[in-house]
């Protein structure tokens, strides 16, 4: 079974600075697809971004961008310029192409901007 | 697009009786749902996979019984906590699969507000 792993609980980050987000998965697979996802307190579930494993190019959307290290197995989000609007829950997601495609996520990182 | 809507969102049950959520695809088709629950500070659980026509998968550990799942058309379905209890008590998000073919967003999916259920 798929696993993911998210290291740190709380991360914290002035505003205009730039942070990084981990997160490691484990899979036996070779074609699966990675999200990062962000809960803010109306805890409405957002996409902040994918990754195809397939695609060697790290995705990158705006402010925020991935490094996406397959050997490694891991899949790092990094916020650029950082808001205050950007503090949330962060959650790293696996799905895999094939099957029933459930999301396995890790256990989150809580983001907090400082002013 | 690709909006998910879930009612009602927020409800307050005694112990002991049923509370139906529904959750659906607004402008899309899913033929796919996933039922979710996720505890204060915590990440999200898969409960069980919601399938249109068919009986529901569910994960291992989670009461078939308990939680049933009815997706009778490719907009909806529906969560029925039966004999709910406190510790039932919770918050349910759903996410719907975009069956589509619409480039680069079939099978994604999109997830709803979701539904915090207080049993008293």
């Known amino acids: 079974a798929q696993t993911v792993t998210q290291s740190q609980p709380e991360m914290s980050v002035q505003e205009a600075e730039t942070v990084t987000l981990s997160c490691t998965y484990d899979t036996s697979e070779s074609d699966y697809y990675l999200f990062w996802y962000k809960q803010p307190p109306s805890r409405q579930m957002i996409l902040v971004i994918r990754?195809?494993?397939?695609?060697?190019q790290n995705a990158t959307e705006n402010r925020f961008s991935v490094n996406f290290q397959k050997a490694a197995k891991s899949f790092s989000l990094k916020i650029s310029d950082s808001q205050l609007g950007d503090a949330a829950m962060y959650f790293c997601?696996?799905?895999?192409?094939?099957?029933?495609?459930?999301?396995?996520f890790g256990q989150g990182t809580r983001l907090t901007i400082n002013p | 697009g690709a909006v998910v809507s879930q009612h009602p969102s927020r409800v307050i049950c005694k112990s002991g009786t049923s509370v139906k959520i529904e959750c659906r695809s607004l402008?899309?088709?899913?033929?796919?749902m996933f039922w979710y629950r996720q505890f204060p500070k915590q990440s999200l659980m898969l409960m069980a996979t919601?399938?249109?026509?068919?009986?529901?998968?569910?994960e291992q550990g989670v009461e078939k019984d308990k939680f049933l799942i009815n997706h009778a058309s490719l907009t909806l379905s529906t969560l029925t906590v039966t004999s709910a209890h406190p510790e039932d008590s919770s918050f349910y998000i759903c996410s719907a699969r975009d069956t589509g073919g619409r480039p680069g967003l079939a099978y994604e999916q999109y997830f709803g507000p979701g539904t915090r259920l207080t049993v008293t």
């Open positions: 919601s399938n249109e026509g068919s009986k529901a998968t569910y």
């Open positions: 990754q195809e494993a397939y695609k060697q």
């Open positions: 997601a696996y799905r895999s192409a094939e099957g029933a495609q459930k999301l396995v």
């Open positions: 402008d899309f088709q899913a033929t796919t």
